[in-house]
Nanobody, 126 residues
Framework: QVQLVESGGGLVQAGGSLRLSCTAS????????MGWFRQGPGQEREFVAA????????YYTDSVKGRFTISRDNAENTLSLKMNSLKPEDTAVYYC???????????????????WGQGTQVTVSS
């Protein structure tokens, strides 16, 4: 049984930082593209960042480039998202997700991911 469990969310002031983590079990972690998505109030779930199985290739949505960093530890089956210079518009529930396969142009596509975590709330106050 595959499980993805996020942690690290919370309340932070604008300009602050948070580090999200996702612990995976029940899958061959290095065989999966891992991604972070978010869903704000009344909004659709959107792509944030993705990383290939080797942790070499990364991909970000434009609004977080230069502020967020995605990384993974295949020895510990963990995925991280370091978020700096947070803005109120970053407020959302953040989800980690796993997509089987090599890094490709589908890394940003929500419908291509096979497994999802339950999400962790990030709230940025102004």
């Amino acid at each position: 049984q595959v499980q993805l469990v996020e942690s690290g969310g919370g309340l932070v002031q604008a300009g602050g930082s948070l580090r999200l983590s996702c612990t995976a079990s029940g899958l061959t972690f290095r065989s999966y593209i891992m991604g972070w998505f978010r869903q704000g109030p009344g909004q659709e779930r959107e792509f944030v960042a993705a990383i290939d199985g080797n942790g070499v290739t990364t991909y970000y949505t434009d609004s977080v480039k230069g502020r967020f960093t995605i990384s993974r530890d295949n020895a510990e089956n963990t995925l991280s998202l370091k978020m700096n210079s947070l803005k109120p518009e970053d407020t959302a529930v953040y989800y980690c997700a796993a997509q089987l396969g090599l890094f490709n142009s589908n890394a940003y596509r929500r419908d291509k991911y096979d497994y999802w975590g339950q999400g962790t709330q990030v709230t940025v106050s102004s």
